[in-house]
């Protein structure tokens, strides 16, 4: 599909119907594409967040009534409610629980979408939250400052959290270093965006679904649902127009090595 097929594609059908099925409303592209990468994504968050909020209204995340409680303290109890509303739901419902037009149906969410919860619920309290995606890339959660100015790595698909424990720059990307003591978090090494650019995965998952449509009953239904069924290069799109910066995050040394040693992590858990 050449450029202009693609460019095409966006401005006369995605924005205008397939984003309102997904849970956003209507973008207008003359308006999208004369922004930066990041006034694009912003774009798109603001225009998905009112479907956020009545996620996190659905399943009800504690606010913090008791004013000597410590913020981590409460960013588990969030983290936890919203990992407990998950496992009530089987790995269908869950798996498909990406975008917040079908999370309002489940009533639950997958990462990306749980985290994007999470963290605009914390958002609105106050606190300063980025978007987390270890793996890389294979895997979303956030991080939350506290009052303190320490920063914690939370995960409510897989209720886990812990304290970051570094920060360096790779390749202009910014990354947290953590060093769980909790076995069921593989990752040490996280990049991280802002809440606002997450809305890539919201996209980009779409490539996803449409592959396993192939052999799936249920996505085979979604992908009809949401009106997905050109062949489209959601990712490329994404990284070229909301995170350019991260097109060749995977090629680095260093994240080579951190998929490789977090996936073993991931493999000798499983054999426990």
Partial sequence: MSKSQIKNFFKDEFFLKIWPRLGGKKISWALFESQTPINKATMLWNSLTPSINLLFK?????????????????????????????????????????????????????????????????????????????????????????????????????????????????????????????????????????????????????????????NNVESASLVKRFGVERDIPYGDWTLDNLLPTWRKLKQHPVWEQEERESSERIRLTKLR
């Fill in 58 to 214: 659905k399943i009800s995340l504690p606010l913090r009534n008791d004013p000597n409680e410590t913020d981590e303290n409460y960013f588990k109890r969030v983290t936890s409610k919203i990992y407990e509303k998950n496992l009530k739901l089987d790995s269908i419902h869950q798996k498909f629980s990406i975008w917040p037009s079908v999370a309002l149906e489940t009533g639950g969410a997958n990462c990306s979408l749980s985290s994007q919860a999470q963290g605009l619920f914390l958002q609105k309290l106050g606190y300063k939250v980025e978007f987390g995606l270890p793996g890389p890339m294979s895997h979303a959660v956030i991080f939350v400052e506290d009052r303190e100015r320490d920063k914690y790595y939370l995960d409510p698909a897989n209720g886990t959290m812990c304290k970051v424990v570094g920060e360096e720059e790779i390749e202009g990307i910014k990354t947290y270093l953590i060093k769980p003591e909790d076995e069921r978090i593989p990752f040490r090494r996280v990049p991280v965006c802002s809440l606002e650019e997450s809305i890539a995965t919201t996209i980009w998952n779409l490539a996803s679904l449409k592959q396993d449509a192939v």
